[in-house]
Nanobody, 125 residues
Protein backbone atom coordinates (compact mmCIF):
# COMPACT_ATOMS: atom_id res chain seq x y z
CA UNK A 1 0.00 0.00 0.00
CA UNK A 2 1.01 3.58 -0.51
CA UNK A 3 0.82 6.30 2.11
CA UNK A 4 0.17 9.87 0.98
CA UNK A 5 0.99 13.08 2.83
CA UNK A 6 0.00 16.54 1.60
CA UNK A 7 1.82 19.76 2.43
CA UNK A 8 1.88 23.37 1.30
CA UNK A 9 -1.51 24.65 2.31
CA UNK A 10 -1.99 27.94 4.09
CA UNK A 11 -3.60 31.36 4.05
CA UNK A 12 -3.20 33.48 0.93
CA UNK A 13 -4.85 36.61 -0.40
CA UNK A 14 -7.03 36.51 -3.47
CA UNK A 15 -4.90 36.58 -6.60
CA UNK A 16 -2.05 34.83 -4.85
CA UNK A 17 -0.46 31.45 -5.46
CA UNK A 18 0.26 28.29 -3.54
CA UNK A 19 2.02 25.06 -4.41
CA UNK A 20 0.77 21.89 -2.81
CA UNK A 21 2.78 18.70 -2.66
CA UNK A 22 1.81 15.10 -2.07
CA UNK A 23 4.59 12.81 -0.93
CA UNK A 24 4.22 9.06 -1.31
CA UNK A 25 5.82 6.35 0.77
CA UNK A 26 5.44 2.61 1.00
CA UNK A 27 5.28 2.12 -2.74
CA UNK A 28 6.59 4.06 -5.70
CA UNK A 29 4.39 6.88 -6.92
CA UNK A 30 4.85 5.78 -10.51
CA UNK A 31 2.58 2.81 -9.80
CA UNK A 32 -0.42 5.08 -9.35
CA UNK A 33 -2.74 7.29 -11.31
CA UNK A 34 -2.97 10.36 -9.07
CA UNK A 35 -5.44 13.14 -8.44
CA UNK A 36 -6.25 16.18 -6.35
CA UNK A 37 -9.66 16.74 -4.80
CA UNK A 38 -10.95 19.46 -2.53
CA UNK A 39 -13.75 19.76 -0.03
CA UNK A 40 -15.23 22.98 1.27
CA UNK A 41 -17.34 23.07 4.44
CA UNK A 42 -20.79 21.69 3.83
CA UNK A 43 -19.96 20.56 0.31
CA UNK A 44 -19.10 17.29 -1.34
CA UNK A 45 -15.55 16.36 -2.23
CA UNK A 46 -14.82 17.85 -5.65
CA UNK A 47 -12.42 16.77 -8.38
CA UNK A 48 -9.68 19.30 -9.14
CA UNK A 49 -7.06 17.62 -11.33
CA UNK A 50 -5.52 14.28 -12.15
CA UNK A 51 -2.38 13.04 -13.86
CA UNK A 52 -1.30 9.87 -15.60
CA UNK A 53 1.34 7.57 -14.15
CA UNK A 54 4.06 8.98 -16.39
CA UNK A 55 2.96 12.57 -15.92
CA UNK A 56 2.42 13.03 -19.63
CA UNK A 57 -1.34 13.51 -19.46
CA UNK A 58 -3.04 15.93 -17.08
CA UNK A 59 -6.77 16.28 -16.53
CA UNK A 60 -8.50 19.32 -15.04
CA UNK A 61 -11.85 20.40 -13.74
CA UNK A 62 -13.22 23.20 -15.88
CA UNK A 63 -13.17 25.53 -12.89
CA UNK A 64 -9.37 25.37 -12.54
CA UNK A 65 -8.26 24.91 -16.14
CA UNK A 66 -5.63 27.49 -17.01
CA UNK A 67 -5.19 28.46 -13.34
CA UNK A 68 -3.91 25.28 -11.69
CA UNK A 69 -1.16 22.97 -12.92
CA UNK A 70 -0.75 19.38 -11.80
CA UNK A 71 2.62 17.67 -12.12
CA UNK A 72 4.57 14.80 -10.66
CA UNK A 73 8.19 13.85 -10.10
CA UNK A 74 8.25 10.08 -9.86
CA UNK A 75 11.95 10.09 -9.00
CA UNK A 76 11.06 12.11 -5.89
CA UNK A 77 7.84 10.16 -5.24
CA UNK A 78 5.99 13.47 -5.15
CA UNK A 79 3.05 15.06 -6.92
CA UNK A 80 2.35 18.79 -7.04
CA UNK A 81 -0.48 21.22 -7.59
CA UNK A 82 0.53 24.74 -8.54
CA UNK A 83 -2.41 27.05 -7.89
CA UNK A 84 -2.39 30.55 -9.35
CA UNK A 85 -4.87 33.43 -9.26
CA UNK A 86 -6.57 31.94 -6.23
CA UNK A 87 -10.08 33.05 -5.35
CA UNK A 88 -12.04 32.82 -2.09
CA UNK A 89 -14.08 30.09 -3.77
CA UNK A 90 -10.94 27.94 -3.85
CA UNK A 91 -10.97 27.76 -0.05
CA UNK A 92 -11.15 24.09 0.94
CA UNK A 93 -9.25 21.16 2.32
CA UNK A 94 -7.21 19.73 -0.53
CA UNK A 95 -6.60 15.99 -0.72
CA UNK A 96 -4.36 13.91 -2.90
CA UNK A 97 -5.60 10.52 -3.99
CA UNK A 98 -4.20 7.53 -5.80
CA UNK A 99 -5.46 4.53 -7.71
CA UNK A 100 -3.64 1.82 -9.62
CA UNK A 101 -5.25 2.52 -12.97
CA UNK A 102 -6.79 5.21 -15.11
CA UNK A 103 -10.49 4.70 -15.65
CA UNK A 104 -13.08 6.95 -17.25
CA UNK A 105 -14.59 7.76 -13.85
CA UNK A 106 -11.41 9.48 -12.66
CA UNK A 107 -13.44 12.51 -11.53
CA UNK A 108 -15.24 10.43 -8.90
CA UNK A 109 -13.78 10.29 -5.41
CA UNK A 110 -15.10 6.77 -4.92
CA UNK A 111 -12.67 5.50 -7.55
CA UNK A 112 -9.61 6.14 -5.44
CA UNK A 113 -8.30 3.68 -2.89
CA UNK A 114 -5.63 5.81 -1.27
CA UNK A 115 -5.97 9.26 0.28
CA UNK A 116 -3.86 11.72 2.17
CA UNK A 117 -5.04 13.48 5.31
CA UNK A 118 -5.62 16.79 3.54
CA UNK A 119 -4.14 20.27 3.73
CA UNK A 120 -6.16 23.44 4.34
CA UNK A 121 -6.11 26.21 1.75
CA UNK A 122 -7.75 29.48 2.75
CA UNK A 123 -8.05 32.36 0.31
CA UNK A 124 -8.99 35.71 1.79
CA UNK A 125 -10.73 38.45 -0.16
Amino acid sequence: QVQLVEAGGGLVQAGGSLRLSCAASGRTLSSYFMAWFRQAPGKEREFVAAISRTGNTPYYADSVKGLFTISRDNAKNTMYLQMNMLKPGDTAVYYCAGDRYYTDDYKLAAKYDYWGQGTQVTVSS
